[in-house]
């Protein structure tokens, strides 16, 4: 059925009293991206499920508002959706305490720093501080990876209850990123296994060829809320020598995170929205 008359996806809870109309303007917003910056209308109303006349009637009202532009066939996202994604990330605390303690990492280990967060079967980078001898970078604030397929991922799965992990693992496609990418859901529980019992998880060129990454929990409150994580390239950096040389200051990082997060405790904020 339609966005004109019920939500699909992740909206299909909605009751027909709600603001649909709110839901398929996020549906239209949430159908760009990576392969798809500029679509038709009729490619715009297959990929979110709406008929041609809603989707033209949503894009028309995001395109008054600023959030959608069109060159008279095509329609893409116009830089006022990045405020969406600001808002976000300006309410976290996490990211604004997370961010100088990543550039200090960055430059004592002369390597690529990220933290993220669990969101499904997927991880989001929330911070990040590129290193500089990193000739090519592969994310960015805001990208999504699948959780099974980092080292960031692994950890936060980690701290999943077991019927949360079982949703994660079980009920989602786990892709092959790489020809290295764990995809076997044994190999992916033995690995999250081994990220629980060790306290951090690696990722030798399951994300990307070339690069490696190791990723220790931030812990506050008892509870893993991000993951922070270190990325290496292959030639330059084995999976020993992360473990030996860059694991400790990975997990001093983390420490001095979940210190500040819980020196704000008493704060009118909430890091875990």
Not at 17 to 41: C, D, N, P, R, Y
Not at 158 to 180: C, F, K, M
């Amino acid at each position: 059925m339609s966005l004109s008359t019920q939500p699909s996806g992740r909206y299909a809870g909605l009751d027909r009293g709600e603001v649909q109309s709110l839901a398929k303007g996020l549906a239209v917003i949430e159908a760009f991206g990576a392969g798809h910056s500029a679509m038709t209308l009729s490619e715009v109303a297959r990929r979110t499920g709406m008929t041609p006349g809603s989707a033209q009637r949503v894009l028309r009202t995001l395109a008054a508002l600023g959030y959608v532009g069109s060159d008279g066939t095509h329609f893409s996202l116009r830089p006022r959706t990045l405020q969406l994604g600001y808002a976000y990330l300006s309410s976290l605390p996490l990211t604004a305490i997370a961010q100088p303690l990543l550039s200090a990492l960055t430059a004592r280990t002369e390597e690529t720093c990220s933290l993220a967060l669990l969101d499904g079967d997927s991880v989001i980078y929330v911070a990040r501080a590129p290193a500089r001898r990193l000739r090519q970078d592969y994310m960015s604030v805001g990208t999504r990876m699948p959780a099974h397929a980092t080292s960031v991922g692994k950890v936060l799965l980690a701290a999943l209850p077991p019927e949360a992990l079982d949703a994660a693992l079980q009920d989602h496609a786990r892709a092959a990123l790489t020809p290295s990418t764990l995809t076997d859901l044994a190999a992916v529980r033995a690995a999250v296994a081994e990220a629980r019992d060790r306290g951090f998880a690696l990722n030798d060129q399951e994300t990307i060829m070339g690069l490696r990454s190791i990723a220790v929990p931030v812990v506050a409150e008892g509870k893993t809320v991000a993951a922070l994580g270190l990325s290496a390239e292959v030639a330059r950096v084995s999976v020993a020598e992360l473990k030996s040389r860059l694991l400790p200051p990975l997990q001093e990082a983390a420490t001095a995170m979940a210190a500040a997060l819980g020196a704000r405790e008493q704060s009118p904020w909430d890091w875990r929205a």
